[in-house]
């Protein structure tokens, strides 16, 4: 696990530590999965391998920190303050990209917008959005029920794979009678849904 130093001021071991230490072994060990799938889809999709590599180890960079904290971030950091309503899971990703460009030293837009969109999608998807957002669904350590047609629909189209976790997350957060962010369902009237 080696990355260029391109996107950070930070070599590579120093964002390979500092992530290490924000997180669990084994949110570490999703990291690791959801960057090799990363450059796999990359390949496939034509997208540069090392950005999307690069991307997916730190997508959940800002998973585990503490809600305090998050919530002072929100309030005096410019963050539409309806996040306040919400809780980690949203976070993490559209709030998570403050953590990573203090802590990371990573500022790279394209990037930083596929961390802001891996957990909800959006209506507009760039391909290495799209590799963020499959790679973290596919990667080896998952083991949910149907990741196999998941995998198989992904590495076919990427596209299809964007409408196939919409639909299934939808699915699976409306039997737990969870909050649906407004973002994901917007995402899913664009991808998920049978034309
Ligand atoms: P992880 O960070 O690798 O665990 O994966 P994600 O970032 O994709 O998702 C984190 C959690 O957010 C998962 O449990 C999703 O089911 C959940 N999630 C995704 N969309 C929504 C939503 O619209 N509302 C709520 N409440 N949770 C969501
Ligand atoms: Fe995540
Ligand atoms: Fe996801
Ligand atoms: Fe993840």
């Not at 090799?36 to 391998?49: G, S």
């Not at 998807?125 to 998952?142: H, N, Q, S, W």
Request: glycine content about 6%; aromatic content about 10%; some cysteine.
């Amino acid at each position: 696990l080696v990355f260029k130093k391109t996107y950070s001021s930070l070599s590579s071991s120093e964002i390979i530590a500092k992530e290490k230490s924000n997180m669990t072994a084994d949110r570490f060990e999703h990291c690791i999965g959801v960057s090799k799938t990363a450059r796999k889809l990359a390949e496939l999709n034509h997208y540069d391998v090392d950005k999307a590599a690069l991307a997916g180890f730190i997508h959940d960079y800002a998973k585990q920190v503490a809600v305090d904290e998050y919530r002072e971030v929100i309030k005096t950091q410019g963050f539409d303050q309806d996040l306040l309503n919400w809780n980690r899971s949203i976070w993490h990703g559209i709030v998570g990209t403050y953590f990573i460009q203090r802590d990371l030293k990573i500022n790279d837009p394209e990037i930083l917008t596929a961390v802001r969109k891996h957990t909800t999608a959006d209506v507009e998807m760039t391909t290495l959005d799209k590799i963020v957002f499959m790679a973290d669904y596919i990667e080896p350590g998952r083991s949910f029920s149907g990741v196999e047609e998941a995998r198989k629909i992904t590495y076919a189209n990427i596209n299809q794979g964007v409408g196939y976790q919409l639909a299934h997350t939808l699915k699976f957060l409306i039997d737990k009678r969870n909050k649906i962010y407004p973002r994901t369902l917007d995402a899913y009237n664009v991808w998920g849904i049978n034309e």
